[in-house]
């Protein structure tokens, strides 16, 4: 089920960036601890009252030369696209502005909700200054300070209200949803097309072409899928020729939704840095996943073309090792037959649960091989190992002390269970608890 989108916008100076860095509790750039792991730092989510969303800094949106009232309508347009609700943000010190009413009556030709936050109203002697914002008419007004977070509460507590309902498909509980991702033009409508076996989706050589995710619910072998097809994540307008940011939130909110990831890329252009970042959060999303490298038919090639490109890969995206890389052609239909089989064994690896005894058989053998670490004269000591959770599976260690699991003998841990279990295609993740917790 995709997390609903909160969408920040206003003119410049009021405030956005601050507001939202403290929505989603983070005041500096995101930091990822897995090597070659690149984000966008326009958007993160958040939490408030027990519902989780995703939450957009429009003002992170570059326009280029676009004169400034262009590029604020721009992102408003951005916002109403994008947001299942509105965070609309003015500044109190400044009083009502010609650009809030320009902005304001396009949110209210969007049919979206929205609710007003007058910013920068830092003490109670400034609250008089919010109910001139009344007269946008377009939501409730609070007076709020992103910077130091007062009124907040009040403000999400509203934004929370106006979010839809949770709802999720009505799929069979067997039926693997499969989540096309990738940069505009990269060939995954073709790829929907190829696996379908007719012409669901519009192709075209023009990026974008394709503006919403569609589902389609197929069968083959007697199993059942869903393609969920994000292709054609950049829409209409020139921000949208100007940044490819917004493919990542498309591809978030799809994966979400998915059990298995197939990132697509573009054979013929090669490894680019937004396939980079898609690939990350694909990575954090904890899904199943899939390296498809389309348009292998149009690759020049000798006999260690294959194997080059495999290795730019597997350097260029060294958190995705558990991934298969499929090389085919949705146009040729080149290696086509084995995506489906690569999409059942991904799946099954993803939900697989392991015996308790047979895991901790696994792990003493890794331990006997290959004694656990030492720090400061205190050694490792792995008590026992279960498995609490499934797609993706999650194994819990019971030890000494936490502290002493170290990266490289974590990864150690993790390489010896995936020869044991098969574990391709999958995320595995290990955590240490001490054995009283």
């Given at each position: 089920m995709s997390k609903p989108v909160i969408a920040i916008v206003g003119r410049p100076n009021v405030g956005k960036s601050t507001t939202f860095n403290r929505i989603v509790g983070e005041r500096q750039a995101i930091v990822e601890d897995t090597p070659g792991v690149t984000r966008d730092r326009i958007y993160n989510q958040a939490e408030w009252l027990n519902r989780?969303?995703?939450v957009i800094d429009t003002g992170g949106i570059e326009l280029g030369d676009e004169p400034l009232l262009t590029q604020i309508r721009e992102q408003a347009q951005i916002a109403m696209d994008e947001a299942d609700v509105i965070l609309f943000l003015v500044n109190g010190r400044d009083g009502l502005t010609g650009a809030d009413e320009e902005v304001a009556s396009i949110l209210r030709r969007s049919k979206k909700p929205v609710v007003v936050g007058v910013n920068k109203i830092d003490s109670y002697e400034l609250q008089d200054r919010v109910y001139e914002f009344y007269s946008l008419g377009v939501g409730e007004v609070?007076?709020?300070s992103g910077e130091h977070g007062l009124g907040l509460g009040d403000l999400l507590d509203?934004?929370?209200r106006a979010l839809p309902a949770d709802t999720d498909e009505e799929y069979e509980e067997d039926t693997i949803r499969i989540a096309v991702i990738g940069r505009p033009n990269v060939g995954k409508s073709s790829l929907v097309n190829a696996?379908?076996?007719?012409?669901r989706v519009i192709v075209s050589d023009i990026p974008g072409t394709t503006r919403d995710?569609?589902?389609?619910?197929?069968?083959?072998?007697?199993q059942e899928y869903v393609l969920i097809d994000t292709a054609g994540m950049r829409k209409r307008g020139k921000v949208y020729e100007a940044t490819e940011k917004y493919s990542v939130l498309r591809?978030?909110?799809a994966m979400e939704r998915s059990d298995v990831v197939l990132m697509v890329i573009n054979g013929e252009e090669g490894i680019r840095e937004q396939d980079k970042k898609i690939a990350g959060y694909a990575h954090e999303a904890g899904r199943a996943l899939i390296i498809v490298v389309n348009k292998w038919d149009a690759v020049e090639k000798d006999e260690k073309t294959m194997l080059r490109?495999?290795?730019d890969?597997?350097?260029e995206f060294q958190f995705l090792s558990y991934a298969p890389i499929l090389f085919l052609s949705a146009k040729t239909k080149q290696r086509l037959q084995h995506l489906l089989p690569a999409v059942k064994e991904a799946a099954d690896n993803h939900n697989l649960r392991v015996p308790t005894n047979v895991l901790n058989d696994v792990i003493m053998d890794a331990v006997a091989m290959n004694p656990t670490p030492t720090e400061n004269n205190k050694r490792l000591r792995i008590n026992y190992a279960t498995q609490v959770a499934v797609a993706p599976p999650v194994i819990v260690l019971f030890v000494n002390d936490p502290e002493l699991l170290h990266f490289s003998y974590r990864r150690y841990l993790e390489n010896k269970l995936r020869e044991a279990f098969h574990f391709e295609g999958t995320p595995l993740k290990i955590y240490a608890r001490k054995k009283n917790d």
């Amino acid at each position: 089920m995709s997390k609903p989108v909160i969408a920040i916008v206003g003119r410049p100076n009021v405030g956005k960036s601050t507001t939202f860095n403290r929505i989603v509790g983070e005041r500096q750039a995101i930091v990822e601890d897995t090597p070659g792991v690149t984000r966008d730092r326009i958007y993160n989510q958040a939490e408030w009252l027990n519902r989780e969303f995703h939450v957009i800094d429009t003002g992170g949106i570059e326009l280029g030369d676009e004169p400034l009232l262009t590029q604020i309508r721009e992102q408003a347009q951005i916002a109403m696209d994008e947001a299942d609700v509105i965070l609309f943000l003015v500044n109190g010190r400044d009083g009502l502005t010609g650009a809030d009413e320009e902005v304001a009556s396009i949110l209210r030709r969007s049919k979206k909700p929205v609710v007003v936050g007058v910013n920068k109203i830092d003490s109670y002697e400034l609250q008089d200054r919010v109910y001139e914002f009344y007269s946008l008419g377009v939501g409730e007004v609070f007076g709020i300070s992103g910077e130091h977070g007062l009124g907040l509460g009040d403000l999400l507590d509203e934004v929370v209200r106006a979010l839809p309902a949770d709802t999720d498909e009505e799929y069979e509980e067997d039926t693997i949803r499969i989540a096309v991702i990738g940069r505009p033009n990269v060939g995954k409508s073709s790829l929907v097309n190829a696996v379908l076996g007719e012409e669901r989706v519009i192709v075209s050589d023009i990026p974008g072409t394709t503006r919403d995710a569609v589902d389609t619910v197929f069968e083959r072998d007697d199993q059942e899928y869903v393609l969920i097809d994000t292709a054609g994540m950049r829409k209409r307008g020139k921000v949208y020729e100007a940044t490819e940011k917004y493919s990542v939130l498309r591809a978030l909110r799809a994966m979400e939704r998915s059990d298995v990831v197939l990132m697509v890329i573009n054979g013929e252009e090669g490894i680019r840095e937004q396939d980079k970042k898609i690939a990350g959060y694909a990575h954090e999303a904890g899904r199943a996943l899939i390296i498809v490298v389309n348009k292998w038919d149009a690759v020049e090639k000798d006999e260690k073309t294959m194997l080059r490109f495999t290795e730019d890969i597997r350097d260029e995206f060294q958190f995705l090792s558990y991934a298969p890389i499929l090389f085919l052609s949705a146009k040729t239909k080149q290696r086509l037959q084995h995506l489906l089989p690569a999409v059942k064994e991904a799946a099954d690896n993803h939900n697989l649960r392991v015996p308790t005894n047979v895991l901790n058989d696994v792990i003493m053998d890794a331990v006997a091989m290959n004694p656990t670490p030492t720090e400061n004269n205190k050694r490792l000591r792995i008590n026992y190992a279960t498995q609490v959770a499934v797609a993706p599976p999650v194994i819990v260690l019971f030890v000494n002390d936490p502290e002493l699991l170290h990266f490289s003998y974590r990864r150690y841990l993790e390489n010896k269970l995936r020869e044991a279990f098969h574990f391709e295609g999958t995320p595995l993740k290990i955590y240490a608890r001490k054995k009283n917790d």
